[in-house]
């Protein structure tokens, strides 16, 4: 009995570390626990359903997205043009010639000016005018503001080619209802879609009026989300409209902001029908845009020229979205 009160009276920290190496050695010695076979086939088969849904969308997108884009980008490396399409191996590999041949053409570059200041005054004047009437609307003090949200949106809705048409005949220099009005007051009128520095202004117009309508919608649902406790609250304190406008309305409204003048920009940098239908981008390439200029190059057969011009345009749209998001994204 003396020998085993002996052998079991050791200390209790010596059976903890005992204990713990047992464990460290157990743990240290087990196997890796092998993944079930079962659920490795769920998670494939649910894998397999989800592509098979995706599937129509995935092989259309490929077809009529990816692989034009990817043709295109390897196009504008080429010297492709129309005469090239039946003998398709005299094409070389000039890398970014047709590039370099951008910054050198007079044309493109007056192109890229005409699209530069549409862009430039275009787009605030379209977010002006579109705050302006969702502002107007909102404040209760038009009546028949149902009526006038659906006249100001009308335009947007409207076939552009039918607006340029209706626009061409009204800035008409003999019988345009424009002209028309300033001679009853005296005023002769100019020929404005045939004067080099009235043509793009007119153009510039024509657009603000056609798309404020759609900002108008968007900034008026941006307007009513805002919480009428905070101009209260602004009042109490002794801040006047301007105020109100500058202090609460402004930074609440600019993801709204963000959103329009992303979505403008990228559409008047794209300005395509305006001058197509109404001036054929002159006079003297006064509205000539970048995009119409792409347009005549694929027309004359210059499909490498064209389409290195078309991801300079690509460019510029991404770099204006940047600097967009940069100036009136969130400062969280």
Known sequence: MTTLRVATSQ????????????LRKAR???????????????????????????????????VFMALPIVASLAMSLTDLRSTDLRNPLAVQFVGLRNYTRLL??????????NTSIFVLVGVPLTIAAGLAAASALNSGLIRLR?????GFYLPVVTSIVALAVVWRFLLDPQAGLVNNLLRAVGVVGPNW????????????????????????VIFLAGLQAIPAE?????????????QQFRHVTLPLLRPTLLFGGVVTGIGYLQLFEEPFVMTQGGPLSSTLSVSYHIYNQFGYGNYGYAAAASYVLFVAIVALSVLQFRLLGSRD
């Not at 200390?11 to 047992?22: D, Q, V």
């Not at 149902?146 to 659906?150: G, S, T």
């Not at 879609?193 to 108008?216: C, E, H, K, Q, Y």
């Not at 905070?230 to 301007?242: M, P, Q, T």
Request: hydrophobic letters at 45%; zero cysteines.
């Open 28 to 62: 240290s010695g087990r196997r890796p626990r092998r993944a079930d076979p079962e659920k490795g086939r769920q998670r494939l088969r649910r894998a397999l359903v989800g592509w098979g849904f995706a599937s129509p969308f995935t092989v259309l997108f490929a």
């Open 104 to 113: 050198s053409d007079e044309l493109f570059q007056r192109a890229a000016v």
């Open 11 to 22: 200390p209790r920290g010596a059976h903890r570390r005992i204990g713990g190496l047992g």
């Open 193 to 216: 879609l045939n004067d080099t520095s009235l043509a793009l202004p007119s153009l510039i117009v024509m657009a603000a009026w056609r798309n404020f309508g759609f900002l108008m």
């Open 230 to 242: 905070l101009y209260e609250s602004a009042k109490l304190d002794g801040a006047g409209r301007w």
């Open 146 to 150: 149902a009526l006038f949200r659906v």
